[in-house]
């Protein structure tokens, strides 16, 4: 079922458990539709963030990393860039420059904006990182380069994630193709590389065939440690294949495995989100959590104009141990 309104999402998730999970669909073929939303709905690998305001900052690929707002999270409002002016480093990287899927959080009274530059299929790659007191478009003060990665290298610099855990410690998994997704330590000092720890842990790859898997982003939910990522092929309108699966673990640098204990290392991955009728190409996931429990929000190709790239936020339900959208 699609998200509505607000009254409905509170009373279904008041509902027992079994309740709910009888609503929920259960086949590949009967996806939820994403919930309502209005404005200036076309993105690319969205994260957002409820502000103490109530206000939701969304952030996302393009440009000096693109900007919507909202009151209510169905009607939203286009904003100005993050970046006005972009930083210089950012043509080592790309010819255009811009930069793509950002991740934005709040820790230690100040906002975070992890972001990537490169270009499409290259592996000469950088990780940025701008800080902000109010998480507002032209707010930002960059703070350069968190990690990188060059054509001699067997991944990818891109789609960074900061997770902190409860003990204090933040972890940055990141990746795209390749060998798959990777995870470094950081330092909550800096944002950066914590130096007493270099090691880049290995989390998701597929040896096999396609080597199609990213987007990675961590959530901690009753004891797991939950890995996202975005499977398949992105960015190609109606003809995408994308997908988001995920798996679980009891330690942060892993090993993940899905539902039917395969391991992620070895193209495991539990579906979360596939193409259903004209919801073409689901991914670039982030997780939230909002004032009524977790949302998965992600873009999708509009097969009813002409694939599109479109906002999509949905519920997720955790009642069975594994996240279900609703």
């Known amino acids: ?17 079994a ?22 709905v076309i993105t690319h690998d969205p994260t957002m963030i409820r502000t103490s305001s109530g206000q939701y900052l969304l952030y996302a690929t393009g440009g000096g990393i693109a900007n919507k707002t909202s009151s209510d999270r169905i009607a939203f409002s286009a904003g100005a860039d993050a970046f006005g002016s972009r930083p210089s480093w950012w043509s080592n990287y790309s010819s255009v420059p811009e930069a793509w899927a950002p991740d934005i959080s709040y820790h230690g009274g100040k906002y975070l904006l992890y972001y990537s530059v490169s270009k499409f299929g290259s592996n ?5 990182l701008a800080t902000s007191s109010t998480g507002q478009s032209g707010s930002w003060t960059d703070q350069g380069t968190v990690y990188t990665s060059s054509s001699s290298s067997d991944y990818n610099a891109i789609d960074p994630n900061l997770f902190v855990d409860g003990d204090g410690k933040w972890w940055l998994p990141f990746g795209s193709w390749w060998t798959g997704i990777k995870m470094i330590q950081i330092n909550p000092s800096t944002g950066k590389q914590l130096s007493s720890n270099t090691t880049r842990y290995s989390l998701a790859s597929r040896p096999t065939g396609t080597k199609a898997v990213e987007a990675p982003f961590i959530v901690k939910r009753g004891g797991y440690y939950y890995l996202f990522a975005s499977y398949d092929t992105c ?21 993940y495995y899905d539902k039917n204990g395969v391991s992620m290392m070895n193209n495991g991955g539990t579906p979360v989100l596939e193409s259903h009728g004209s919801i073409i190409g689901p991914g670039g996931q982030s997780i939230m959590n909002d004032v009524d429990g977790d949302l998965i929000v992600y873009h999708y190709y509009d097969g009813n104009d002409n694939g599109t790239p479109k906002l999509g936020i949905n519920l997720l339900n955790w009642s069975s141990g594994w996240p279900v959208a609703y």
Request: hydrophobic share 35%; charged share 10%.
């Open 1 to 17: 079922m699609s998200r509505t309104s607000r009254t409905t999402r509170t009373a279904l998730l008041a509902l027992p458990a």
């Open 19 to 40: 309740v709910l999970l009888a609503l929920i669909p259960s086949t590949a073929s009967a996806y939820p539709n994403p919930g309502r939303v209005t404005g200036s």
């Open 124 to 128: 000469t790659s950088a990780i940025g």
């Open 235 to 255: 960015c190609a309108g109606t003809s995408s294949t994308y997908k988001v699966k995920v798996g679980r673990a009891t330690s942060i640098t892993g090993p």
